[in-house]
Every structure is written in structure tokens, then in C-alpha cells.
């Protein structure tokens, strides 16, 4: 595992560089931990300070540290990200799968299901969820609602390959060695659908993020945790453009822009690994 | 301009004083006639339409920290003649694929030619084909040089009638006006039994069949040189089979041009191929008139895939051969059967045997039944 | 009278092809009987080119498509009525395919040997490691390889013909009645093709299994089989002891395929002109 590891770093210079910058937000976030301030309280240092040697990100106008403040926001950006993908893709799967696997009568449910879900337009459903949650809502309930409404596009996409899996050979040879409807669909089905998860699972996170920093923008969310967009949304609240205090919006923006990339170039360089037929290519040498 | 004869008269040659001379005797059932057969020292050097000389083309790769080197093509040496079929058998993985895929330079990387060359003589002129620039490869393709590829029924393009794809592969070729070209098209297409309302239509109204012969057609229209046909009709049924393979050997008498005809049929080569060559594992076993391949093989590779196929009518028992095809990536050391060869001697896991002459025309690679007399190597 | 051991009575499928505003009926099988008796372990080859229906006829025989007309009996029970997961099962036991494509035939992601453990576990009645192990063995050396050559490969490292004999074993574990063979050989390389199709002979006459030979290659169904039945367009054009069809066919389309047969023998001498087209 780990030789993979280091021949993908060596050789595929879209991980390498994915690797990189996720790798660094990554770490940029884990400093969090030793925050000097506790993300919550304001005025603990001098407002308005440009990016300086003692402040190096500079500090806002609510006399926070913008690279401490940074350093939550990150963290609580990725790990709603992490959470609503994980979960969707729970969700995802099991639907996608089953559907795909039964066919006939249960397909056609799920799947009108599914495209209900498609066509839902999911921002004014956000917005309203905030409105109706108001002072309840939390980080969590958002996550859930997010999970619950991102599923719909993979789950057909993962329907298509369970279908196409059915009709190969190997399915039958399954079900004639006595093998159950779940054994198959979890042993044999499961290694082919997970490297499309997984690749959908970054760009869930990025939709997620996306979507976290437009809610969290607008104030739609619990703006007393530090994000990205919540620290944005504060920067607007005291018209920092305006006044002249760029370095509040700018390095929220840089980081979260950087932690787009790098999931977007793992994603692609992953890809390329763990499809079933390079992965094939590589074990067999090249058969001719 | 008339359809050729029928198919008796297409197995022997329309033209006197032809270079085909051996196939022709091939019609009169003696395998072992002492005609010479189309052997180097007989044959002026100009009647040679292709010369391939100790051609050796490896994959080579370095995936993920994994390095491979591949033989698939060691050390293959062959002529063609004009007016000539010669076939090309072997299993799966014997390099037969990837031999003709070099001799038309249609190879990209990780596959490499890593030495040996590679010489057509089109038009008096010879020429090697690794040695031509982007513009002179495609001016002789089509032209001189046809490929019919290996499922090559799906060639068509799927969006546009057969028309438009004769225009697309041989309008630039044949140098004429549309309109007088569709009407060559058009007798080329009588010519090959195929009807002009097969112009019109889409590749995927037409049968597995017709597409073929609509493939072949078009690698035919422009009269080349040499053709190669890569398992032409591997996938379709046994009946278009017949259809198809007759097609081919009436236009290739027709057109006079030479072919190599690759399959792993051997019965397919018994009926329509003039000089056989087995490969195994890169390298070619055997190689001669087709009769004398088939009626007496000699290598024991061969003669193993000769006799065990059954036939009608036959009802002894048949066997099959020990061990599995080898490992192009490691393959046995010395001669590459040794491993499931029933009359292997210590000297074949040694060295490789080279490729002899036991009779002229008929050449063999093995140490036990073609020994070295005296030092004669062909070519 | 016994039970016949499958019993094909006048079975045909009929597919609806076709649009809202063009609907057309294929008629993929129509009309074809066959009969095996229990008892007397046989070899049928069914022999037609592609749109013949043999390989619909297969998935009939192994209930994997329902026939829309006429019924298909194994041991006298009709093959369309098993619901349950027991008689699916017990069904499964008695009748086992085996698939055209050997590379295609096990998951290229998984380990060859899953498919003879669970087949052990669950047909053989297999418990305990050493057991399934056993049993696995067995079947392998039945076709004469064995689990240590086997144990823990991936598809990828083995040949076509390697694998082709795994699936033979792995079918043969639950010790069947029947065997559904579709073009068992036609992807496997031509130095391997015999000794799997002496295999087949090898199941016949000393396991007792009767196998249903599915092929387009008349040269091996003269060689292995007892009877044939020749198909074309979904219909049964011939049937009837192999040797005598093979060797003086009496139908039109039977002589059309065997004039069509190129043999190694036809070296040296021209090619016959074709029938049609």
C-alpha cells in the first residue's frame, strides 16, 4: 500500500501536486490546536492590523487574528465537507445499488425517487430548513439535511454499473455457487462501484463546501462557529472591502480556493489508480 | 473488369510465367512436388513485395514502479512474394497480432521495435518503412499498403454511410472526380459481389458479413500492393466464413497483390493461404508451403496443432498439450516450447535452435527435428 | 415411464422488439423438443451460428429466461415453477452452467478460489476449513489440477484453459445431473481446446453426468457427442445420432454448415464454391 503511495508521488505529478496542497491545508488545520485564542472570542487582539511580522495574515475588525481564525475556519470547513460526503455516499450506494441489482418494479420506484430529488432545487430548500430551524439549527442537522438532498446524481450513476455487472458472466457463475442476493452485491459488486465513489466523493466535498460557504455567506447558518464562510460573512457585516481591510476576505478565499484544487487533482490522479482496468493492466504486466 | 472465375480457377494462377508458380502446383496434390519453392536463392531480390529481417519489438514499461520488458516480437525473419498469400498461425499471445502491427508501423509506445527491419518494395522501389516521414506513410497507405484490422467490422464509422467512408479512405488516393470515382466504387463493388445499394446504408444495417466484405472492399479499392488481414473472420459464422475467405482470395488473385493473413485457424489456412509460417512466443517454428506445413509438419509444436484438431468423420482420440502458453514477459530460456515439448533434449532448455532449411522453402526451428547438417541460414 | 431427466417440450420464446409505433415479434426459439432420459449419462451437442437460439435455448434449460410457449420439465418438475430459495437451490445442485468466456466467467478482482469454497459451503454441505478445502481439492483433481496450484490466484494469472477447467471443477462439486455447457472452448487457446473437451467425455463416461454441448464447430460435436440437434433461426432443423447426421446430413441448412466446415485435411486442394451467401 504505502509503495503504492510512493510510486503515485513519484510518478503521477497531478497526485503529487494534489497531495501537496491538500496535505498542506490539511496541516494548516491541524494548527488549530494550538491556537494561542479560543475561536469564539473577539477583541483579543489590535483591529485592523495588516498582514505584518507579528500578524502575518493581519487581523479583522472584530480583533481576531485572521491565520488563527483561519486555522478553525478551515478545520470546520473540511470536516462538514468530510461528513456530508461520507454520509451521502452511504446513502448513495445503498440505493444505487439495490436498484440496480433488482431491476424491475423496485428500480422503477427508487429511481423516481431519485429523480424527484434531482429536480429539487436545493438552495431555497436550504434556506428555508434555516428559517424553520432558526436557534435549533446546528452544524450537525445541517450536515444531515445536506447528505440527505446530495445523494441523488451518484446513486444513478452506481445504478448503471451495478446494472452493467449484472449482466456479466461472473454474476451468474456467483449465483450458481450458491452465493446470496447480499454477497454478491457486497463481495462481488462492491470493488467495482467503489473507485466511482470515490472519485464522486470529492467532488460531494467540493459541492458541499461550495454550498457551505454560500448558506454561511448569507448568515444562514450558525454564524458563531468560525468557517470559511462565516468568516467571510462577518468581513461583509463590517464592509471590510470598503474599508480597506482586503486581507479578511482574501485569505479565506486563497485557502478554501487551494482546498479545491487539491481534492479535484486527487480525485483525477486516485482515478487513474484504482479503475478496475489500469489496476488490472498493472497486475497482470502486459499480457499481449 | 468481370468477376474472376470460379473459385477452382482462382486457386491456380490466371497468368502464365507468374511468380506464383509454386501455388499453382499446389492444385495438383503433391505436397512434396520438387518444384522450388519460393526460396532466396531462386527468386530475384525485385519479386519480393516484403522483407522483414530479425525484427525484435518489445513492450516496455514502467507502471507504478513496476518495469516490464515484453518480447513479444524476437527475432522474426520473413519474405513475401508478390501474387503470394502467406499466413500467419499461432495462439493467443504469440506475438502474430503485434508482429503485423510492426511490419505496417502501426505500433506506439510502450511498444518499440528494438531492432530488425522492416522493407516493402512498392513500385520498383524499396522502401523501409521505419525510415519514412509522416507524409510518405500516409501517401502509401491505403494505396500501396491496406490493413484489415482485427474486428475491423467495426471500422465503419457508425455515423456516416458506407459512401462516405470509401470517400473518406480512398477519394484522396484515386486521383479522379466524384463522380467518376463513385463509379469506380461502384464496379469494384460488382467486381466483389457486393450490391451499390450497400453504398447507401448505415454500418449497422448490415449484417456481421457484409460489413466484413464491405471492410474488404475498401481495402481493396485502391489496388494495393500488400493487404493484411488480421483474423478477418474470426467472429463471424461458419457459413459467411466461407463467403468472406472466397472474396478475399478472388480479389487478391485479381489485384495480384501479396497478403498476410493472420489467424489462428488452421483450417482457414489450409484453404486459403499458399505458404504458411507457426509462430510460438515471438518467434516463428515453421515456415513453408502451406501443403507441406500441414501434410508433414515438422516441428513438433506444429504437428501437435495439426493433428489434434478433430474432423468429421475422424474418430480417434485426440489429445491435448501439457502446460500453458508462456509468460512473454519471462519466457522459458533457449527454445521457448521446451517446457511442454514431448521430445525435448537437454540442449533446447540451453540454447534456441535457429530458423533452417530441411527442404527448400520449408524452414524449421528445432534442435531434435531439423539439427544443424551444415551452416545454412535462411536469409 | 421415468421421469426423463430434462425434458424440452415444444419450447419457444418469443421477444417484443420495437417502439411504440413499430412492434415486431422474434421469435428466438420456436418450437423445439429435445429429451434426456435419467440413467443413461449423455452428451447433446446443440449446434447453430448466432441467431440460432441455442444460447436462449440454454438460458431456458437453466431457468434464467421463462419460454413463452410449451414447458421445460428436470425430473419431471417444471423448471419455471421453482419460487422458493430452497428449490432454487436444489435445482442449482442438479444443474450447473459453464460459460463461453473463461476470463469473463470470475470476478478479475477477486480470488479464483471463493467460487469452489462457497460452492463446497453451501452445495457440498462443506463445514470447517479442512473440509471446504477438501472438497475443493477434489473437484479440482477431478479435472486434474489441484487446490495448491489453485489457492489464492487471481483470473489474470491463469490461462483460458486453466480457468476453464476451475469452472468444470467448481461445477461439479455439488456432483450434478446435468451440465450446461456453452461454447466451453471456443475462447481457449488451440493446444489446450482438447484436453478440456476430453474432459467433458472424461464427465460422461466416468462421472455420469449428461452434458448439454452448445457449439458452432461440427468438427468437435462429431468428436464428443452421442446425439445433435442443429438449430437455425430459433427452429430445430435436424436431430438424431451424431456420427449419422454429421456424416450424411439430411436437411438443406445442415449440408449448407458442413460444406461450409474448412478443415486442415483441405490443404492442396481448391476451395469448394459456397452454397449461398
Given at each position: 500500500m504505502l509503495t503504492v503511495v510512493c510510486d503515485l508521488f513519484r510518478y503521477n505529478r497531478e497526485f503529487r501536486i494534489g497531495a501537496l496542497l491538500t496535505g498542506f491545508i490539511v496541516a494548516f488545520a491541524a494548527l488549530s490546536f494550538v491556537s494561542p485564542y479560543p475561536p469564539q472570542d473577539t477583541f483579543v487582539v489590535p483591529p485592523d492590523v495588516p498582514p505584518s511580522l507579528a500578524y502575518w495574515f493581519g487581523t479583522t475588525s472584530r480583533g481576531q487574528d485572521v491565520f488563527w481564525q483561519l486555522t478553525f475556519a478551515i478545520r470546520n470547513t473540511m470536516l462538514f465537507g468530510v461528513s456530508v460526503a461520507i454520509l451521502s455516499r452511504l446513502i448513495s450506494i445503498v440505493i444505487g445499488m439495490w436498484s440496480g441489482y433488482k431491476g424491475g418494479f423496485v428500480d422503477r420506484v427508487l429511481m423516481s425517487i431519485n429523480d424527484t430529488f434531482i429536480?429539487?432545487?436545493?438552495?431555497?430548500?436550504?434556506?428555508?430548513?434555516?428559517?424553520?430551524?432558526?436557534?435549533?439549527?446546528?452544524?450537525?442537522?445541517?450536515?444531515?439535511?445536506?447528505?440527505?438532498?446530495?445523494?441523488?446524481?451518484?446513486?444513478?450513476?452506481?445504478?448503471?454499473?451495478?446494472?452493467?455487472?449484472?449482466?456479466?458472466?461472473?454474476?451468474?457463475?456467483?449465483?450458481?455457487?450458491?452465493?446470496?442476493?447480499?454477497?454478491?452485491?457486497?463481495?462481488?459488486?462492491?470493488p467495482f462501484v467503489l473507485p466511482i465513489v470515490f472519485y464522486t466523493t470529492m467532488n460531494n466535498m467540493n459541492w458541499s463546501i461550495g454550498l457551505e460557504v454560500t448558506l454561511s455567506v448569507l448568515g444562514f447558518t450558525n454564524i458563531d462557529t468560525p468557517t470559511i464562510g462565516v468568516m467571510i460573512y462577518w468581513a461583509n457585516q463590517h464592509t471590510a472591502m470598503v474599508a480597506?481591510?482586503?486581507?479578511?476576505?482574501?485569505?479565506?478565499?486563497?485557502?478554501?480556493?487551494?482546498?479545491?484544487?487539491?481534492?479535484?487533482?486527487?480525485?483525477?490522479?486516485?482515478?487513474?489508480?484504482?479503475?478496475?482496468?489500469s489496476r488490472l493492466a498493472r497486475m497482470e504486466g502486459m499480457r499481449e | 473488369?468481370?468477376?474472376?472465375?470460379?473459385?477452382?480457377?482462382?486457386?491456380?494462377?490466371?497468368?502464365?510465367?507468374?511468380?506464383?508458380?509454386?501455388?499453382?502446383?499446389?492444385?495438383?496434390?503433391?505436397?512434396?512436388?520438387?518444384?522450388?519453392?519460393?526460396?532466396?536463392?531462386?527468386?530475384?531480390?525485385?519479386?519480393?513485395?516484403?522483407?522483414?529481417?530479425?525484427?525484435?519489438?518489445?513492450?516496455?514499461?514502467?507502471?507504478?514502479?513496476?518495469?516490464?520488458?515484453?518480447?513479444?516480437?524476437?527475432?522474426?525473419?520473413?519474405?513475401?512474394?508478390?501474387?503470394?498469400?502467406?499466413?500467419?498461425?499461432?495462439e493467443s499471445s504469440c506475438g502474430k497480432t503485434t508482429l503485423v502491427k510492426t511490419i505496417v508501423r502501426a505500433i506506439r509506445p510502450p511498444l518499440g521495435v528494438v531492432d530488425g527491419s522492416v522493407t516493402f518494395n512498392f513500385a520498383g522501389r524499396d522502401r523501409d518503412i521505419y525510415a519514412l516521414t509522416q507524409n510518405e506513410l500516409e501517401s502509401i497507405r491505403w494505396r500501396h499498403l491496406s490493413y484489415i484490422l482485427q474486428g475491423s467490422m467495426n471500422v465503419l464509422n457508425p455515423v456516416r454511410r458506407v459512401r462516405q467512408s470509401f470517400v473518406d479512405f480512398a477519394y484522396?488516393?484515386?486521383?479522379?472526380?466524384?463522380?467518376?470515382?463513385?463509379?469506380?466504387?461502384?464496379?469494384?463493388?460488382?467486381?466483389?459481389?457486393?450490391?451499390?445499394?450497400?453504398?447507401?446504408?448505415?454500418?449497422?444495417?448490415?449484417?456481421?458479413?457484409?460489413?466484413?466484405?464491405?471492410?474488404?472492399?475498401?481495402?481493396?479499392?485502391?489496388?494495393?500492393?500488400?493487404?493484411?488481414?488480421?483474423?478477418?473472420?474470426?467472429?463471424?459464422?461458419?457459413?459467411?466464413?466461407?463467403?468472406?475467405?472466397?472474396?478475399?482470395?478472388?480479389?487478391?488473385?485479381?489485384?495480384?497483390?501479396?497478403?498476410?493473413?493472420?489467424?489462428?485457424?488452421?483450417?482457414?489456412?489450409?484453404?486459403?493461404?499458399?505458404?504458411?509460417?507457426?509462430?510460438?512466443?515471438?518467434?516463428?517454428?515453421?515456415?513453408?508451403?502451406t501443403v507441406d506445413v500441414i501434410r508433414n509438419p515438422r516441428h513438433p509444436y506444429t504437428s501437435h496443432l495439426v493433428t489434434s484438431l478433430p474432423r468429421i468423420g475422424d474418430v480417434t482420440q485426440k489429445r491435448g498439450l501439457e502446460g500453458t502458453p508462456p509468460n512473454l514477459a519471462a519466457p522459458p530460456t533457449g527454445c521457448r516450447f521446451h517446457p511442454r515439448c514431448p521430445l525435448a533434449i537437454a540442449a533446447c532448455c540451453v540454447e534456441a535452435p535457429p530458423l533452417i532449411d530441411v527442404v527448400p522453402g520449408h524452414r524449421v526451428a528445432c534442435w531434435v527435428t531439423a539439427p544443424l547438417k551444415e551452416p545454412v541460414i535462411a536469409q | 415411464m421415468s421421469a426423463a431427466l430434462l425434458d424440452v417440450d415444444h419450447v419457444g420464446i418469443t421477444y417484443t422488439v420495437g417502439g411504440l409505433f413499430s412492434r415486431r415479434n422474434l421469435r428466438a426459439v420456436d418450437d423445439v423438443s429435445l429429451r434426456l432420459e435419467a440413467g443413461s449419462p449423455e452428451i447433446l451437442a446443440i449446434i447453430g451460428e448466432s441467431g440460432s437460439g441455442k444460447t436462449t435455448l440454454a438460458r431456458m434449460i437453466l431457468n434464467l429466461a421463462a419460454p413463452t410457449a410449451g414447458?421445460?420439465?428436470?425430473?419431471?418438475?417444471?423448471?419455471?415453477?421453482?419460487?422458493?430459495?430452497?428449490?432454487?437451490?436444489?435445482?442449482?445442485?442438479?444443474?450447473?452452467?459453464?460459460?463461453?468466456?473463461?476470463?469473463?466467467?470470475?470476478n478479475p478482482l477477486k480470488r479464483i478460489d471463493r467460487y469452489l469454497f462457497v460452492s463446497a459451503r453451501r452445495f457440498a454441505g462443506a463445514h470447517g476449513r479442512a473440509d471446504i478445502d477438501a472438497r475443493a481439492d477434489k473437484a479440482l483433481h477431478q479435472v486434474g489440477?489441484?487446490?495448491?496450484?489453485?489457492?489464492?490466484?487471481?483470473?489474470?494469472?491463469?490461462?483460458?484453459?486453466?480457468?476453464?477447467?476451475?469452472?468444470?471443477?467448481?461445477?461439479?462439486?455439488?456432483?450434478?445431473?446435468?451440465?450446461?455447457?456453452?461454447?466451453?472452448?471456443?475462447?481457449?487457446?488451440a493446444s489446450l481446446r482438447m484436453s478440456i473437451v476430453n474432459l467433458f467425455k472424461a464427465l460422461r463416461d466416468e462421472l455420469k453426468v449428461s452434458i448439454v454441448y452448445i457449439t458452432h464447430d461440427l468438427a468437435t460435436a462429431y468428436y464428443i457427442s452421442d446425439r445433435v440437434l442443429i438449430m437455425q433461426h430459433g427452429k430445430a432443423v435436424e436431430s438424431g445420432e451424431a456420427r449419422a447426421v454429421l456424416d450424411h446430413p439430411q436437411h438443406p441448412y445442415s449440408i449448407l454448415l458442413k460444406n461450409a466446415v474448412l478443415s486442415p485435411d483441405d490443404a492442396g486442394k481448391p476451395m469448394s464454391p459456397v452454397g449461398v451467401s
Open positions: 429536480v429539487i432545487p436545493l438552495f431555497p430548500l436550504l434556506v428555508l430548513f434555516y428559517f424553520v430551524m432558526r436557534d435549533k439549527m446546528s452544524w450537525p442537522l445541517l450536515a444531515l439535511a445536506m447528505a440527505c438532498l446530495g445523494w441523488s446524481y451518484d446513486a444513478r450513476l452506481i445504478r448503471s454499473v451495478a446494472m452493467s455487472l449484472k449482466s456479466r458472466d461472473f454474476t451468474q457463475q456467483s449465483v450458481f455457487s450458491g452465493m446470496r442476493t447480499s454477497e454478491i452485491v457486497l463481495q462481488e459488486h462492491l480597506g481591510i482586503w486581507w479578511w476576505i482574501f485569505f479565506p478565499v486563497l485557502f478554501v480556493v487551494i482546498l479545491f484544487i487539491g481534492l479535484f487533482l486527487l480525485a483525477i490522479s486516485m482515478n487513474e489508480y484504482i479503475d478496475p482496468r | 473488369m468481370s468477376a474472376a472465375g470460379p473459385p477452382q480457377g482462382a486457386n491456380s494462377s490466371p497468368s502464365g510465367g507468374s511468380e506464383a508458380a509454386p501455388a499453382a502446383s499446389v492444385g495438383a496434390h503433391q505436397p512434396s512436388a520438387a518444384v522450388p519453392s519460393s526460396a532466396a536463392d531462386v527468386k530475384p531480390a525485385t519479386e519480393r513485395v516484403l522483407t522483414v529481417r530479425d525484427l525484435r519489438a518489445y513492450y516496455r514499461t514502467k507502471y507504478f514502479g513496476v518495469s516490464r520488458e515484453v518480447r513479444a516480437v524476437d527475432g522474426v525473419s520473413l519474405h513475401v512474394d508478390r501474387n503470394e498469400i502467406y499466413g500467419l498461425a499461432g484522396r488516393h484515386i486521383q479522379q472526380p466524384m463522380p467518376e470515382f463513385l463509379a469506380q466504387i461502384e464496379s469494384h463493388l460488382d467486381r466483389v459481389r457486393l450490391a451499390p445499394t450497400v453504398l447507401d446504408a448505415y454500418p449497422h444495417e448490415l449484417s456481421g458479413g457484409m460489413r466484413q466484405r464491405v471492410t474488404i472492399a475498401l481495402a481493396t479499392v485502391c489496388r494495393p500492393d500488400f493487404i493484411i488481414a488480421d483474423e478477418p473472420t474470426t467472429a463471424l459464422d461458419v457459413v459467411v466464413q466461407k463467403d468472406v475467405l472466397t472474396m478475399l482470395r478472388e480479389i487478391q488473385r485479381e489485384i495480384r497483390s501479396s497478403m498476410i493473413l493472420v489467424t489462428h485457424d488452421i483450417g482457414v489456412h489450409a484453404n486459403v493461404t499458399d505458404r504458411l509460417g507457426i509462430m510460438y512466443a515471438g518467434r516463428l517454428v515453421e515456415e513453408g508451403r | 414447458a421445460i420439465r428436470f425430473l419431471g418438475a417444471d423448471v419455471t415453477r421453482i419460487r422458493s430459495n430452497r428449490e432454487r437451490m436444489a435445482f442449482m445442485r442438479q444443474v450447473q452452467p459453464i460459460f463461453q468466456n473463461p476470463f469473463e466467467a470470475f489440477l489441484s487446490l495448491a496450484e489453485v489457492k489464492g490466484r487471481f483470473p489474470h494469472e491463469l490461462s483460458g484453459g486453466q480457468l476453464q477447467r476451475i469452472a468444470i471443477a467448481r461445477a461439479l462439486i455439488s456432483a450434478p445431473s446435468l451440465i450446461i455447457a456453452d461454447e466451453p472452448v471456443s475462447m481457449v487457446d
